[in-house]
T-cell receptor, first 123, second 117 residues
Framework: GQNIDQPTEMTATEGAIVQINCTYQ??????LFWYQQHAGEAPTFLSYNVLDGLEEKGRFSSFLSRSKGYSYLLLKELQMKDSASYLCAEGNDYKLSFGASRGIKAAGNKLTFGGGTRVLVKP | DVKVTQSSRYLVKRTGEKVFLECVQD?????MFWYRQDPGLGLRLIYFSYDVKMKEKGDIPEGYSVSREKKERFSLILESASTNQTSMYLCASSSPGQTGSGANVLTFGAGSRLTVL
């Protein structure tokens, strides 16, 4: 089965950098996602990696190493509004088979989430 | 700019009651999902659907059922609510091919916090 590990909580100072690590173990891997969730709100999509390497989006970057089953989310120039939970999620490939007459429908994937890392940014 | 709407933000029900949680999306997405979120356990997949009238069990389907009669609507049903189903329930939708590799990006609703007494 899937086992996704990330730290429970991290604290950092405004303006600093924080790196949130995530490890996963599974087959059928189809991408690693990061979501941000503020308290009492819905998770929102931050980033997605399917190939090894670094993806940069402004102050946020995400890294993936498939051979190591490892990803991290890097938050730079921390702001108070970055205080939130950060959810690591693995995409698992899912296909529906309708038999020889209708073939296989590639329906995409479903996500398996880690427990989330609560980041607290202090002044 | 509301995209995934969950009908009830907060519900309080009694043990044994039948509970309906409704979710509607306006993005014409094929895929819809129901997760529950509990402290320390993260989001766990209950059921999902890749097409109208089609449903698949997730990781924790026991005690739940779902209905997808229309593409935009995905309902979660608790036939007989129990106290261990007290949780935050999150609905999400996605469409294949949203990224270059075909992976789906989930758009979540605001959540329904259910308390079973």
């Amino acid at each position: 089965g899937q086992n996704i590990d990330q730290p429970t909580e991290m604290t950092a100072t405004e303006g600093a950098i924080v790196q949130i690590n995530c490890t996963y173990q599974t087959s059928g891997f189809n991408g690693l996602f990061w979501y941000q969730q503020h308290a009492g709100e819905a998770p929102t999509f931050l980033s997605y990696n399917v190939l090894d390497g670094l993806e940069e989006k402004g102050r946020f970057s995400s890294f993936l190493s498939r051979s190591k089953g490892y990803s991290y989310l890097l938050l730079k120039e921390l702001q108070m509004k970055d205080s939130a939970s950060y959810l690591c999620a693995e995409g698992n490939d899912y296909k529906l088979s309708f038999g020889a007459s209708r073939g296989i429908k590639a329906a995409g994937n479903k996500l398996t989430f880690g427990g989330g890392t609560r980041v607290l940014v202090k002044p | 700019d509301v995209k995934v709407t969950q009908s009830s933000r907060y519900l309080v029900k009694r043990t044994g009651e039948k509970v309906f949680l409704e979710c509607v999306q306006d993005m014409d997405h094929e895929n819809m999902f129901w997760y529950r979120q509990d402290p320390g356990l993260g989001l766990r997949l209950i059921y999902f659907s890749y097409d109208v009238k089609m449903k698949e069990k997730g990781d924790i389907p026991e005690g739940y059922s779902v209905s997808r009669e229309k593409k935009e609507r995905f309902s979660l049903i608790l036939e007989s609510a129990s106290t261990n189903q007290t949780s935050m329930y999150l609905c999400a939708s996605s469409s294949p091919g949203q990224t270059g590799s075909g992976a789906n990006v989930l758009t979540f609703g605001a959540g329904s916090r259910l308390t079973v007494l």
